[in-house]
Structure formats: C-alpha cells, structure tokens
C-alpha cells in the first residue's frame, strides 16, 4: 500500500556496520546526576556521533542516479517519444471514456472542487469511534473525529469543541479502502469464484445453519446483535462464538467478581486531581483514549494568559512504558505480574483490609510509592480515580473497584455503566471451546465474521488444525488472509466507508456509519451477510433502522445520519453499587510470591503501533510512522530494559530466543529504558505470511509471529519465560537519532556545547515553582554561546531586540502562527498520520528509513533525562517553523522557498532544482528531500486505485524536490475563499480581510490532536487563541539566538511531583535550563 514496498525479509544480512571516523568528535557520557537529557542509551553512554556515520552518508546521498528506480535516460526517451508520436493519430480517432455524474440536479451547497464533511463510524475491537470523513467529488480522502459527539466532546457545551481528536488506527483506515490488495473476489476450496456463485452455494449454507458455529470479531453494533438474536433463535442449535486477541475481558470479569454483573468503567478526568494507572495506557491504548486524552489534558495547560491553572497529578505503575507512563508525574517500572500485589498494597494501606506478600513492601521504592500515593488519596477523597489496564487479572480489577469505592470515587470521578452482552463468555474461553469442538468434529460449518484467528488464536489451540475438521468454512475478510487461504469459502468484505453500519462508542451511545463510497472491490458487511442468511431481503440501511425502532429509537434517522449518532442511547448507568461486596479476599498461599526465579523473566504482549494485532500490517502508513517511545519502525521487537539486557548477555539489534511453555520464537532485542527489570514486552501483529504486498507473504514477511508463543495461560502476561541471545545481528529501521537539531548548526561548538543546548530546546518547571514565578521559564538564559564569567547575556539580539543583517517582513493582514503545548502532548503519532493523509506524504519502506530518508513533514521528538532505569521523557513535535528571518529563504538560488506576505514558509515545487542548501542551512533540520520517486508505483495499472485517495488541493512532488510542513496553506486559502463568499453573500458580518473567525481554519495535525496541544490561528487579531498562548509566560522559541524568530512556539513542561516523594526534590533542582 505504498509508493515502495518494505525492501527487506529476515536474514542474516539485514544490517549495516555503522560506526564512525576516528576523528570524529563524540558525544561524552552524560551523567544521570546532571540532569542531562537524552535521546537513545548509545548517546547516554557516549557511544553516539553527531557526524555523519560515512556509511550512512554513503546510503543517504548516493554518489549516482540509480536507474532501477527510474531508468529512463537520453536514448530511450528519443526511442519512447518516436513511438509515442507515431502513435498520436490512433489515440486521436477515440472520444476518451467519461462516467457522469450522477446527479440530475445538483444540490445548492455542492460546489464541483470543493470538499464535503460527512459523518460515519468506525469499530475496532468491539469499540466504535465516531468519524468525520472529508470526500471530494464522491470519494473519501481524510478522516478526522467527529467533535459533535457527545462522547467526543466530553459534555462541552454543543458548539465550543471544533476537533475531537482521532486515533491513528482510525486515520490509517482509510488507506485499506484503497488499497489494491484488498479482496476482489470470493475464493471457493482455494481457486477463484464469482459473488454470484456464492449466492446460489447460500441456500444449502442456510439449510446446514441448526449445527453451525459463528465466530465473530467483535463488534459494537447493535444492528449485528439484533441480527444474530434472530439467527440463534431461528435456529436452536446454532452457536455464536466471538473472539477478539486484544480485549477488556478482564475488566468485564473483573467488575463481575466486584458487582455480580459486569460493567464498564468511565472515569471522569476532568474531575481528578489524583489519576493512578495501574499497566494501562490511558491515552493511546484504552476504547476511551480521545476523551480522556482530551480531559486529563484540561487539567494540564497551566495557561495564565487563558486564565486556566488548575493541575492534576498522573500516578504510573507499568512494566513497558506507554504513552501514560511517559506523560506520569511519578512512574513505579514493575512487573505486570505484581499488579495484583500492588493493588492489596493499596488497599491495605488505605484501611481496607488483607495485605500483599510480605516481601513486596520491602523494597525501598515500591514501600515508599506506595505509601505516598495512599496518602494523596486519602486526602483526595471525591478528587481521585484509580484504572487497571487490560493485561491485569480480573482479580486485579475488582481490588480496584474496592479502592474506588475506598476513596470516594463512584459518582464522583467515575462512573458505571451495564455492559452490553452481559452474558457472553471472555473471549479467550469462547475460542477455546469452538476449537474443542472443531477437534472433536462437532462442528460441520463454521461461518467466521472478520478476524484472523489462524494468525492470532492462542498457540497452544492450533486452531488451524482444528478448522480443517469442519466440513464447510466459509470466511467474511477484507484481505484474503491466513484464514481465508484455510477456509472452504472466502467471502470480500465490503469497506466501512463502502457499507451502512453501526457502532456503540464505549459509552454506548449508537453512532452511525453511511457508504461515502460505491464498493471499490463489491463485497458485503458483515450485517448484509447475516441478514442473506436470515433470509431478509432489505438493505443495510432499512436493518439498521428496523433494529434501531426495536431498541425504542425515536430520533430522527435523517438527523442522525447527518449528526452521525443517536442521541439518548448510552448504556444504562448503575448507581448503589457495593463496590467491595464481591473484592476479593486473598490469603498470602493465594497471592503466591512475589520472588522471581533464577533466569525467569515475565513476558508481557503489547499492542502494535504499526499494526494494532496484526489487522494493519498491510497499511504502510502505520508501518512507517515510527513508535511513540522507540522510534523503530517496520518491525516488532522484544523490549528489554538495559540492567535485564546486561544481566541475560543481550545485546541491542542482535536477535534472542523467547522460550514460553515450550515454545520459542526469534525476534530483535531493543533495549529501552524504563522496561521493568526481568520484564520483557513483546509486541504483536508482525510475521504475516499474508497480509499483502507491504504487510508481509509468505516468503518475505514483515516483523515476528509473536503469537507463537501466546498460549490461553499466558494469553496477556507469560510468566517463567527464559530468554537467551542468538549471537546474530538484526539491525531495525528506527529514527531516534535522525535530525538531531543539535547537528551542523556551528561545526565549531563542541559536544558538550551541543549537549548544553537541549535544555534549551526541551523548557520544563515543576507547578510550584511556576506559581511562584510566573515569568520562570521566560527569564532563564538563552545559556547556548553564553559567557558563564558575564554577569548578564543583555548583549544578545534576543534580549534588546537587535537588529538582523536581513530586511523584516511588514505584515498588513493575516500573520498566521503556532503553539505546541508540550505539557498536554501524549506522543500519540495522531498528528504525523494526519500530516500525511492531509499532505499526501509518502512512504519509502523500511531500506530508505534506515538510510536517513523518512519522509514525514512533523517528527517527534522524544527525550529522556534521568537514569535509563527510571527515566523521565518529553515528547516535542517538530514541523517547518516557518521563520519570520528564514535561513532557508536566504540560500534558494531559484527562489523556490519564499516569504509570504503572511508569514507563510512557501514552497514552490516546480521551480525547485534539489540544491539542498535550504535543508543544509535549517537549523531546525525540518527540510525532507526526495531522493527517489517515491510515488512512481502510483502510476501502475494495479495501482491506480490508490490516487483516489490524493488530496487534490496538495500537489505530489517528484524526485529532486524539497518539501516540508506548509502550515496546510490550502486549508487556509480555502477558509479565506469561503469566508469572503459569505462575507459578500451576507451570510457573515464583517469585512473581507478580517472574516476569518478564530479557530476556524485548524491545521490537519491541530484537527487530529485529541488533547489540543496545537493551536494555530491569526497572530494579527490579538484577542486569538494563538496570540494568548504566543505571549503566554510559559511560551518560548527554539534556538532564539539565531534570531530566525519562528511562527512556532513551544509551551513548557509542566511537572506537579507530590513534595513527599523523594524524586520530587531532584525533579525541583532539574527544572528549566541547566
């Protein structure tokens, strides 16, 4: 699904030797003890150069053109163009085939050219996400979260939300609907076959359907759900199994053990002064992540120009670090496995009864974290919530549902809802009982909606073995996938952007998904495939209402199309719970001990940011978009944490053996600070054998099976597992040293001037010192290229307002800025997928990130300080800073980039020759060049599909062109165009020039961020959202002493560590510039 295909398969060879020059000059250790921050341990231990390694030189800047990417040279063309004139005439003699629009009339607000919103749903998971999908001329080309719903929006008033923030996941989706691997047509007993014959092999499916077994992925739609009601009482002996390989079963059950009925639990974190995340990522990984992104992120502005200060407090304890982990105030690195020591812990010390293993209280850290954190809690009552994550035993879980209720929570900040279905089985269980009867030959037809489960079932099932016992299987799939090739029957899926559906947010509430598309590759959803079976001979739409009137649904169907969801229909809310009347009580034989083995290490599976569980393998957006923590990208690993690695002899890059149960896999050991010692995380969704041309086949597979090793019993946390190096190299495509700000800026500052400069490029203060200092961060020195023996740096330009060598710019309109907060920034990728949806930026494939050649117009950042055992990280987005005094600007000899006459960076493509001196003379190294025609592939009869999904309003660049961040100036032009119409129309007061209300034209990377952390707006009207944050006292430039004065503010770091904590004094002596 790429302009290039992932270049690489698993062997031996897949690595460079990088090293450097002799007389390079190195970075020198940095010492945990001052403060220095950080981007990878090989710079921590001094192992990293800021010169260019000369093999990566040689990768990056090839000494000639290489013709197999583009071998058209002087004689060809002649050749080429000979033949094409003398075949002119013939193509002349044809009229070049149209298709109509299907319009007779066409409606007053479409304009041709111009984009329409229209709103839709997406379920991953069993969770639905509320959508808006932007399409021009009747196809889909961006998807961004619908801010008008009301689990979205978070109980703002209607109106006041203009972004709601959206998951990669969902982002990326909209790659599969035009992707040309996608399965065009069914498959029967392997060979090719036509939807037509599968209608007529149906009524012999329907006469079998008394003794048929369906296994579902899961789904929230209630439509599916009346539908299957119907279907299982038709049809007494019919079973309907589900199965999800990342699930929250372990909440449902665990509320069950708490409550006798299971539910879900929403905390309100806009409500929180204390948050505890016990192995849960909050913010990417939870069904709720936008809306708590979204509120906990209320609480962290700290933004006195906005008259907002109130802070909360993230407590984490996580064995591999996540996003919420990265974002604590105070994070515990243990174990997953001691989860449920820690809660008892907890709940022990606050006055709840039973006590954790003796020895688990007797480490210092833990002792004391537990303590400190009992104590805040108690002084929050009403003020604090504490969430388990989905790895945690339901055990873990209801000691949690005690602890809330211990402190005041239900009602308060966290509320209650009946979980759907409340009588289905976990999943795990489900699958293992259909495998049963599949081995036993109970079952004659298995019909599976979605999923891969000979991919991703437990290994200990073989579940591929079982299915070959059915008599006939038949298979509903976007992808002909490892089940598929297993299957009697492959059925096409039709696209949710192709399909009438339905989905429940995790709230509940019913939100509505409508075709934007006529079905590229026919197929059918998986409500029109129930409904054939059933017999029913409406359309997805009339099922869809039919189900909604049974519910009771009185709403309008129109207006809920239009508003995408239903409003009223939330899950019931429960109230007067005994929230520990079913905790569970457990004695120290059953808690077992806490001590580890010799050589036993835990095993934990962690969702993957290229491919979620494997589903997203073949979408190279997600591929490519490098992880949130480890900057790798293409392919999974085995996180290890750097005493672990020195401990076991593994090495980083070198391939290790995992052994679980007897089973054993090979996958690349990356060592990342903060994994728990004795911990080791391995990410799914890697080795495919047939996902698709980039997601990995049978003979070039992308990543690592993990799964060969997840078991029923180890389904979340393995334990006893042992692990030991294989002694071959294994170099992953990770960016984590690639544009380094510090590099090339003046050859002559040595490293540890270079080293001097990351405090000033990452700010931070602690929210006690900030309240005591509002102008904290403002006054600290510029301290890069300072005299430490002057008494005061007045002289720079910075501080008196000097004058540059170069002519300012006069601004008489529009002056259009940024500012990233970086205290409400998660590091979710949100905005680098919709950067590059929005922009169409390409993909080069797993070789060319390896060679410095990543494309992506927004990078993060991402930089730890402290010791690689407990680090802290800051997240920080780096774009195009458009200058006021560019560099870039100052070096074009063909005036490719420009100045506009408001403040814009521009780029124009078609003058641009590839000098690269702008991207040589950027200090902020934002510049990307395309070395390659990345967007040849493109242009393939098989793939023309894929220029559907081009932003028409973004030109595609070829090889030889420099592009970068545009501010997404097409979106602004729009918005002036449209302001003025209505301004002339009289639909809007105003005069043409000063139209544009604030917040109107939001940025692709603004609309995409779930916590706001971008504003972008008119710096010129000083009442703006922007021009506040601009001159807010937490505001600052990067590099200011090069006086290039950017359009792009940064917003610090704030920290709100509890004074009791031992760490929060050294957190208080590390704040600001060091």
């Not at 048929?212 to 599916?224: G, H, K, N, Q």
Request: contains cysteine.
């Amino acid at each position: 699904m790429s302009a290039k295909e992932p270049d690489h398969a698993h062997d031996d060879h897949d690595h460079h030797h990088h090293g450097h020059d002799d007389h390079d000059e190195v970075i020198q250790p940095i010492a945990p003890t001052e403060h220095g921050y950080w981007r990878s341990l090989k710079e921590l231990e001094g192992k990293a150069s800021y010169q260019l390694d000369p093999v990566a030189a040689r990768n990056e800047f090839a000494t000639a053109p290489d013709r197999t990417i583009d071998p058209m040279h002087r004689r060809s063309f002649f050749q080429l163009m000979g033949a094409s004139m003398a075949l002119a005439g013939v193509g002349a003699c044809r009229y070049e085939k149209e298709e109509i629009v299907p319009l007779a009339r066409r409606p007053e607000d479409q304009v041709p050219g111009q984009t329409q919103q229209y709103s839709t749903a997406f379920d991953l998971g069993g969770v639905g996400h509320a959508l808006v999908a932007t399409t021009f001329e009747g196809r889909p080309i961006h998807l961004d979260g619908n801010p008008e719903h009301p689990f979205a929006s978070g109980g703002a008033v209607p109106g006041t939300v203009r972004h709601a923030g959206v998951t990669t996941f969902a982002q990326a989706s909209i790659l599969h609907c035009y992707d040309p691997d996608r399965s065009q047509n069914p498959m029967n007993a392997g060979k090719g076959a036509s939807m037509e014959a599968f209608k007529n092999a149906l009524p012999e499916i329907r006469k079998n359907l008394a003794g048929t077994r369906v296994l579902a992925e899961a789904s929230s739609s209630p439509t599916l759900a009346a539908l299957r009601d119907r279907l299982v009482q038709m049809n007494p002996g019919l079973v309907w199994h589900e199965y999800e390989p990342i699930s929250w079963d372990n909440e449902r059950e665990g509320t069950r053990k708490a409550f006798g009925q299971p539910m879900r639990a929403i905390a309100r974190l806009d409500k929180c002064e204390t948050i505890v995340t016990i192995d849960c990522d909050l913010f990417v990984e939870h069904p709720a992540a936008m809306k708590y992104s979204r509120d906990y992120a209320r609480s962290r502005r700290m933004n006195g120009s906005l008259g907002i200060g109130k802070m909360n407090r993230l407590w984490s304890v996580e064995s591999t670090f996540s996003n919420t982990g990265a974002m604590a105030d105070h994070r515990l690195g243990l174990r997953s496995e001691l989860g449920l020591p820690l809660a008892m812990a907890l709940d022990a010390a606050l006055g709840g009864g039973g006590t954790p293993p003796a020895e688990f209280l007797k480490e210092k850290k833990v002792a004391e974290f537990v303590k400190v954190l009992a104590d805040e809690l108690r002084a929050n009552r009403g003020k604090a919530v504490v969430v388990a994550g989905r790895r945690q035993s339901p055990d873990v879980h209801a000691v949690v549902a005690k602890i809330n209720a211990a402190i005041g929570a239900p009602g308060a900040t966290l509320d209650y809802y009946f979980a759907p279905d409340a009588n289905r089985r976990p999943h795990v269980e489900s699958i293992k009982e259909l495998t049963a009867a599949l081995a036993g030959g109970r079952v004659q037809q298995l019909i599976i909606l979605g999923g891969n489960p000979v991919y991703d079932a437990p290994a200990d099932l073989d579940f591929a073995a079982a299915l070959a016992q059915a008599k006939t299987s038949i298979h509903l799939h976007e992808y002909q996938n490892e089940t598929s090739l297993k299957s009697t029957w492959h059925v096409p899926k039709s696209h949710f952007l192709e399909a009438w559906g339905d989905a429940r947010t995790w709230d509940g509430t019913i939100t509505i998904a409508q075709p934007l598309i006529a079905p590229l590759y026919g197929g059918l959803s998986s409500i029109e495939l129930v409904g054939m079976l059933l017999g029913e001979a409406k359309v997805g739409d009339a099922l869809i209402q039919e189900a909604h009137a049974a519910l009771g649904v009185t709403a309008s169907w129109r207006q809920s199309v239009h508003d995408g969801f239903v409003p009223n229909t939330a899950l019931p809310a429960a109230t007067n719970l005994a929230a520990n009347a079913g905790a569970p009580q457990l004695s120290q034989s059953q808690l077992g001990s806490t001590k580890r083995a010799q050589g036993d290490v835990e095993v934990v599976f962690a969702v993957s940011p290229f491919s979620y569980d494997g589903r997203f393998a073949n979408n190279a957006w997600l591929q490519e978009t490098p992880d949130f923590l480890t900057k790798v990208t293409w392919d999974n690993y085995a996180l290890v944490g750097p005493e672990t690695a020195a401990a076991l002899k593994l090495e980083n890059d070198t391939m290790i053996r995992v052994k679980i149960e007897g089973r054993s896999i090979e996958v690349p050991c990356h060592t990342i600070p903060g994994q728990a010692r004795y911990s080791i995380g391995l990410v799914l969704g890697g080795g495919r054998t047939a996902a698709g041309r980039v997601g990995g086949t049978a003979d070039r597979t992308v990543g690592f099976d993990t799964n060969k090793v997840r078991t029923t019993a180890g389904f979340d946390i393995a334990l006893k597992a042992t692990v030991e190096p294989v002694g071959r190299k294994f170099e992953l495509a990770s960016v984590q040293e690639h544009w380094d700000i510090r590099a090339g800026i003046v050859p002559s500052v040595n490293s540890e001037g270079l080293q001097q400069r990351l405090p000033e490029l990452i700010r931070e203060v602690t929210g006690k010192t900030l309240a005591e200092n509002k102008q904290y961060v403002a006054e600290k020195p510029d301290t890069f290229f300072t005299d430490p023996r002057r008494a005061s740096n007045t002289d720079l330009p910075t501080r008196q307002g000097g004058q540059s060598l170069f002519k300012e710019h006069d601004y008489l309109g529009h002056r259009w800025g940024m500012t990233i907060d970086l205290n409400t920034c998660t590091g979710c990728n949100s905005c680098m997928v919709a950067c590059q949806s929005e922009n169409n930026v390409p993909v080069v494939g797993k070789q060319e990130v390896k060679n410095n050649r990543e494309m992506h117009w927004i990078r993060i950042d991402r930089y730890f300080k402290g010791g690689p055992e407990e680090p802290e990280v800051v997240h920080q987005p780096i774009a195009c800073q458009h200058c006021e005094l560019a560099p870039c600007e100052q070096v074009c000899p063909v005036g490719a980039t420009t100045h506009s006459d408001e403040g814009l960076n521009d780029m124009a493509y078609n003058r641009c020759i590839g000098t690269r001196y702008c991207a040589n003379n950027c200090p902020y190294k934002v510049r990307k060049f395309n070395f390659l025609d990345w967007n040849k592939e493109w242009r393939d009869a098989r793939n023309r599909v894929r220029q559907l999904l081009f932003n028409p309003d973004v030109t595609v660049r070829m090889r030889g062109v420099m592009e970068k961040c545009t501010f997404c100036v097409q979106r602004i032009q729009n918005g002036k165009i449209r302001a003025k119409a209505q301004v002339r129309s009289g639909m809007r007061p105003g005069t043409v020039l000063g139209a544009i209300p604030d917040g109107e034209i939001q940025t692709a990377c603004q609309d995409a961020c779930p916590t706001e952390a971008i504003t972008f707006g008119d710096l010129s009207d000083t009442t703006s959202r922007v021009a506040k944050l601009f001159d807010d006292n937490r505001a600052y430039s990067l590099l200011p002493e090069l006086y290039t004065k950017p359009r792009n503010r940064f917003l610090s770091r704030v920290r709100n560590p509890n004074p009791a904590m031992p760490s929060a004094a050294s957190a208080a002596s590390k704040e600001g510039h060091h």
